[in-house]
């Protein structure tokens, strides 16, 4: 998950003032932010509440409710293993355990360049157990399956 900016309140107000006016919600702004950056670090509060005339703590309210959004740094690979009922039906819950021993990282943390987050459906719960490594989603995964995608 490399080729972002780096972080500068400049830069940042750049992308800001940048953005069509359907652009300038506070939503689509912060995920421009991010997606420029790779995180919203909390420098950023004030220069977004600045730029659409909002308070600090109406931009950190929307930055802490929605679960995409970062507020450090990228890993180099973010795996999201789904744990909803059609995956656990198919071992996912044997996969997170293994997966969590394979990285020695538990779900919700980050351990080296490696982040476990838990979801409850990707949608292919045909092929479950289902998981997303940085924005690719795999079906019938198994650890092995899971560090081939961390690795490419």
Known sequence: MSGHAPWSATAAREVLDGLPPHG?????????????????????????????????????????FYHDLRRTPPPKAEVRLCVAEACQAQGSRAL?????????????????DVELKEVFCLGDCALGPAAMINGRLLGRCTVESVRLAVMA
Do not use: K
């Open 24 to 64: 300038r919600l506070m939503l689509p702004a912060l995920q421009s932010l991010q997606s420029v950056f790779g995180y919203i670090p909390d420098e950023a509060l004030d220069v977004v509440a600045d730029v659409l005339n909002v308070s600090r703590a109406e931009v950190y309210g929307v930055l802490t």
């Open 96 to 112: 997170v355990t293994e997966v969590e021993q394979a990285y020695g990282v538990a779900l919700g943390e980050i351990g080296g």
